[in-house]
């Protein structure tokens, strides 16, 4: 069974930092491609950042501005998020994506994965 469980959202203050952690099990992680949504109540899911499957090559959305930075440890079957400078606008639940068959075209669109965790909510005060 696949199972991704997120972990180390909570509430920080504007220009805090967070690090984000998804741990996997029951896939042949260094298989997948890794990626990061978020969502806030009443919109859709977007894309953050993702990862390829080696680790050699990123993608973040344009509101990331050089704040975040996405990586993965193959032997820890494991994917990070750190997130810094953070502002209230990046106040979601952030979730975390897998799957094993994506090109980089694929990478900002949701339906393309797979397989999901529940999220960690991140919450930000100005």
């Known amino acids: 069974q696949v199972q991704l469980v997120e972990s180390g959202g909570g509430l920080v203050q504007a220009g805090d930092s967070l690090r984000l952690t998804c741990a996997t099990s029951?896939?042949?992680?260094?298989?997948?491609?890794m990626a990061w949504f978020r969502q806030t109540p009443g919109e859709e899911r977007e894309i953050v950042a993702a990862?390829?499957?080696?680790?050699?090559?990123?993608y973040y959305a344009d509101f990331v501005k050089g704040r975040f930075n996405v990586s993965r440890d193959n032997a820890a079957n494991t994917v990070y998020l750190q997130m810094n400078s953070l502002e209230p606008e990046d106040t979601a639940v952030y979730y975390c994506?897998?799957?094993?068959?994506?090109?980089?075209?694929?990478?900002?669109?949701?339906?393309?994965?797979?397989?999901w965790g529940r999220g960690t909510q991140v919450t930000v005060s100005s």
């Open positions: 994506a897998a799957d094993a068959r994506l090109i980089r075209a694929q990478y900002e669109r949701q339906t393309s994965y797979h397989y």
């Open positions: 029951g896939l042949t992680f260094r298989q997948y491609v």
């Open positions: 990862i390829t499957r080696r680790g050699d090559g990123t």
